[in-house]
């Protein structure tokens, strides 16, 4: 057996996979590198799915890469997932100003997480790719270059669930094992081109350094396991003493929200456990440094964070995945408009509205709706009525009780024939009576993540 052969048995037994109990899943373009990472696996007695991505970015010799990918899953009875992206994908991107091999490796990925996800196709299987040594090494080298985090500068990670077995073979190796086997593929003649960063470090770069530093993509592994070493330890302190200050929910309605108390700037190398923080909930490297003086910003508003935002509460940061979809339509929409169906968007924010009838017909929302009972999201200059007798600008009873953004976008009131007579407050009774003997409407929060600023 060749060494790359007991190479991959050896890895999986270190990882605790051998003999193989779950579905190894190949992405292989027809190139090289991944072509031959399949041969080396077929005699490693490893029989894996293979998965083919045609981007048809090279038209017709995409179609042959494809082509090739099926003629080895026949000859060797292997499954394929092959997938097409959409005549228009190409257009998009480049309409979006987007790095076009970025976005295929995006979708690549995504649709790899979908096969193998525990509910997918595949469930629970091993994904793997042929990235070796010199893709690592540039990996590295463009991440310094591009100034990126020190997760980036860690290089590509092999594990259980994506691995990358060649990450310490030199391509020279892969090449004699395929001149060796007579093994066929194709080349990829984007790689030629310099339009690519990366290919401009490849055919322009790496010669120069090759000949000045003949080790230099050893030394970059070296420094791959040291960086990734430091970057868990950091993570792991981060993790520890942070964890008094940060309240993590997996939300049903609001999603991931992970809340930093202000009580953390008080600890010794709380900026540094706090830049880890939102490096791990996907922060670049800019946002990382804007993230650092998120603490100076007025209260409600928000920085980017990966693809979540942080918004700046009166005591605290707030790390949202995402915004609701629902709260996105309460602000384009006109919600007033759409009365019947407010409702239920409410409903899937947390606002549990409940109306008490005297009879069938008044437990329906509806019901009220066609007496001239409104529920809206509140809107600049809304007063409302207090039972002094005074009258209130909403948006100064949300700030008094500290209802916080985001939830404050979208905050609902109660309104009849067209003014407002209801705001849901904690501090309040929130129950309306519509008409006396024939229905009230009460309101509750559902939601497990608060909407309000603790003292």
């Known amino acids: 057996m060749h060494f790359l052969a007991e190479r991959l048995r050896s890895q999986l037994h270190a990882m ?25 696996m077929l005699e490693a007695g490893i029989r894996p799915v293979l998965f083919h991505c045609n981007y048809m970015l090279r038209e017709e010799d995409s179609n042959q890469d494809a082509l090739l990918v099926a003629e080895l899953a026949a000859q060797h009875g292997l499954m394929l997932e092959s997938l097409k992206v959409p005549e228009d994908w190409k257009k998009e991107i480049q309409q979006q100003g987007r790095n076009l091999q970025d976005a295929a490796r995006r979708f690549r990925y995504h649709a790899l997480r979908e096969l193998s996800a525990p509910e997918g196709k595949y469930a629970a299987a091993i994904v793997a790719t042929a990235h070796h040594a010199m893709d690592q090494a540039e990996t590295i080298l463009l991440a310094l270059l591009k100034g990126r985090n020190m997760q980036r500068l860690g290089g590509l990670q092999s594990n259980r669930e994506l691995w990358r077995p060649w990450l310490e073979i030199m391509p020279s190796e892969l090449e004699t094992y395929a001149r060796d086997k007579a093994i066929r593929f194709r080349h990829d003649a984007s790689n030629d081109s310099m339009a690519y960063d990366r290919n401009y470090l490849r055919n322009l770069v790496v010669p120069l350094l090759e000949a000045r530093f003949p080790g230099w993509v050893q030394s970059c592994q070296r420094a791959t396991v040291k960086i990734q070493e430091s970057h868990a330890l950091v993570a792991e302190f981060s993790k520890r003493n942070l964890e008094p200050y940060v309240t993590a929910i997996k939300d049903p309605y609001w999603g ?4 930093l108390s202000q009580e953390s700037r008080n600890m010794e190398h709380g900026s540094v456990y706090a830049r880890n923080l939102w490096r791990s909930m996907g922060a670049n490297y800019t946002q990382e440094n804007s993230l650092a003086q998120a603490w100076d910003l007025a209260v409600g508003k928000t920085l980017p964070c990966g693809k979540g935002q942080v918004f700046r509460q009166r005591n605290a940061l707030c790390y949202f995945e995402s915004i609701p979809a629902e709260a996105n339509w309460l602000q384009a929409s006109k919600a007033q408009e759409f009365h019947s169906e407010v409702w239920q968007v409410y409903a899937k924010l947390g606002h549990q509205f409940t109306v008490h009838g005297g009879s069938e017909a008044a437990s329906d929302w509806s019901f009220w709706v066609a007496r001239g009972w409104d529920l809206r999201p509140w809107m600049p200059g809304d007063r409302y009525t207090l039972p002094s007798g005074h009258r209130k600008l909403v948006s100064d009873l949300l700030q008094e009780n500290r209802v916080e953004r985001p939830y404050k976008d979208t905050w609902p009131v109660i309104c009849h024939q067209g003014s407002v007579v209801g705001v849901p407050l904690p501090s309040r009774n929130n129950r309306w009576e519509m008409e006396e003997g024939v229905g009230a409407l009460e309101w509750e929060w559902k939601a497990s993540v608060n909407y309000v600023t603790n003292e």
């Open 16 to 40: 605790g996979e051998w003999p193989l109990r779950r579905s190894v899943l190949l992405s292989i373009s027809g190139g090289r590198d991944s072509v031959t990472l399949l041969h080396a």
């Open 256 to 259: 991931t929200v992970l809340r």
